[in-house]
């Protein structure tokens, strides 16, 4: 009778949809939208409201500052990418098939690196000022001008050198994908080379190109150690400015939504115009695109103009911060940057499992019971990539600390034990932020990684007695280990990189890398941050040979 009444209670759970797996992926979703429903809450309840404030002094500045950003980077950069991406699949000139992937190397090059490198190289005591002095017997800066290294437009330079490689990677796909035939035709109706890509490359490649110059903007927004470097005062400054020097929570949580309306009408304006732009290949069979020898004086300049943003992106960052690591011997044995380098592999690496095992399970989960709620949230998980490490760093800071206190009383009167504070106190909230910023990566490669698998395995698992679980472990992750595993190396990768929930989040005195080359170099010590740099530069070529090697595929 008891187990009879257990297998109702069982069926009557199942029909409104509270079993184990869609339990779960609820509160795997709700864990990831937590710090955003946060940062809205605390922006609209502050405890002192400043918004009044923030509208007459500063916002209109950092508003401006942003949008510019935004704007010239995104232009710049879709320029870099598309120009580099065409000329790469539709022409065959010398060193053409090695740029197809050395075009990608800027990936690795953290933006704030890219920046401290620069004004290393271009400021008054770097070797390009000094040997334009030596050069030409200058005695000092009165006696030439020079542009202003950190200025909003360097910023533009850097920040476009680093991201470029995602228009250049979707761009390439679609320029690939497209026909030979339909370039065949152009030019027999006499369209040169401009034309084609003009009239037929350029509008066929849209979607792609806009969905790749999104990405660009959103990563803009997100950087703060460029635009702290350069002092250019964008919103993400103003978060730790109004946070960290006014001590207004509530103040850096209304600057927060402000980016956050920004980040949601970029990607609602990308997936408008994805939506609007559907091209179809009219045959069966795609007849591939015939690349054009290009010989003499034309090659070289496809190959020089190929070879700047490469040199400019991932060279010359690459080379200042090794001849510094080369000469900072103290550097290396110093027990700071072993220390980074341990906290680095724990949260990264802690982050990269829980992230992609609470993606795995939340895919599964959606693609098993089928509920309404679970596919409702599952899309809007997303969201956490989009949105700022600043953002993010409001978002779970103010809430984990109250949830600290409470604890901490709770367990002072019930036991008697001081636990002081369990997760701001330790490194819970950066691997919490981690997940939730790069949760989307470690979505979209399990999902994929399933939709690819024939239903009709694990349904026959089921069949021969297989439970949900049994079927995940026996059927599913044997068939997606790989691009589990390469969910896990790219998830670890980014974490290594990101610098602004890292500083908003750590607790006293603990770095990783990215915050030691930030600390470093944020007191002109370059040689000091070289080796951190070095390493965190050699952890991000891992995820570019990965995406290299996926592109050749494709």
Request: with cysteine.
């Amino acid at each position: 009778m008891a187990e009879q009444n257990t297998q109702v209670k069982a069926a009557g759970l199942r029909r409104i949809g509270l079993d184990f797996w869609s339990v779960g992926a609820v509160l795997i979703a709700a864990l990831v939208l937590m710090p955003l429903a946060s940062v809205l809450w605390l922006a609209f309840n502050p405890s002192e409201n400043i918004w009044p404030h923030l509208i007459r002094t500063t916002l209109p500045r950092y508003l401006m500052n942003t949008g510019v950003l935004m704007v010239a980077v995104a232009v710049l950069s879709a320029a870099i990418g598309t120009g580099a991406a065409w000329l790469t699949t539709m022409y065959r000139f010398p060193l053409s098939r090695l740029l197809e992937w050395l075009l990608l190397l800027p990936l690795a090059i953290p933006a704030y690196v890219g920046a401290y490198a620069l004004v290393d190289f271009l400021e008054y005591a770097g070797p390009v000022q000094t040997g334009m002095r030596e050069l030409f017997g200058w005695q000092n800066a009165r006696d030439y001008w020079f542009p202003e290294i950190r200025s909003r437009g360097a910023a533009v330079l850097v920040l476009s050198a680093a991201l470029y490689p995602y228009v250049y990677l979707l761009s390439r796909a679609a320029f690939r994908e497209q026909s030979g035939g339909v370039y065949e035709v152009a030019r027999a109706l006499g369209a040169g080379p401009f034309g084609r890509f003009w009239r037929v490359g350029l509008p066929l490649a849209r979607p792609a190109i806009a969905a790749g110059t999104a990405i660009v903007m959103m990563e803009t927004v997100n950087d703060f150690g460029v635009v702290e470097f350069f002092a250019v005062q964008t919103l993400t400054t103003g978060i730790f400015t109004v946070w960290l020097e006014s001590g207004n929570a509530g103040g850096a949580a209304q600057i927060a939504t402000v980016i956050l309306v920004l980040i949601l009408a970029l990607m609602a304006l990308e997936k408008a115009g994805r939506r609007k732009l559907r091209f179809h290949s009219m045959g069966r069979q795609i007849r591939p695109v015939v690349p054009i020898r290009l010989s003499g004086a034309q090659g070289w300049l496809a190959t020089g103009v190929c070879l700047l943003p490469f040199g400019f992106g991932f060279v010359l960052p690459t080379a200042v911060i090794t001849g510094h690591a080369l000469h900072s011997g103290g550097g290396w044995v110093d027990p700071g940057l072993l220390r980074a380098l341990v906290n680095t592999l724990i949260v990264g690496g802690l982050a990269a499992i829980a992230t992609v095992m609470a993606a795995l399970f939340l895919v599964y989960a959606v693609r098993l019971t089928g509920r309404d709620l679970p596919k409702l949230l599952l899309p809007l998980t997303t969201i956490g990539y989009a949105a700022p490490g600043a953002v993010l760093g409001v978002g779970l800071l103010i809430p984990m600390a109250a949830a600290d206190h409470v604890i901490a009383d709770a367990a002072e009167q019930l036991w008697g034990v001081n636990l002081g504070l369990v997760m701001t106190g330790s490194a819970f909230a950066i691997i919490y932020s981690y997940g939730v910023r790069f949760f989307a990566i470690a979505q979209g490669a399990t999902d994929s990684a399933m939709g690819r698998i024939a239903p009709s395995l694990p349904m026959a698992a089921r069949s021969l007695g297989r439970t949900a679980g049994g079927t995940l472990r026996a059927v599913y992750l044997p068939l997606i280990r790989g691009s589990v595993g390469t969910a896990l190396l790219l998830v670890f990768v980014d974490c290594v990189k990101e610098l602004p929930a890292t500083l908003l989040l750590r607790p006293f005195n603990f770095n990783t890398l990215a915050t030691r080359v930030y600390e470093k170099a944020s007191l002109e010590n370059i040689g000091d941050a070289a080796p951190a740099a070095l390493l965190v530069i050699a952890v991000g070529l891992v995820a570019v040979l990965l995406l290299a090697r996926a592109s050749r595929r494709t």
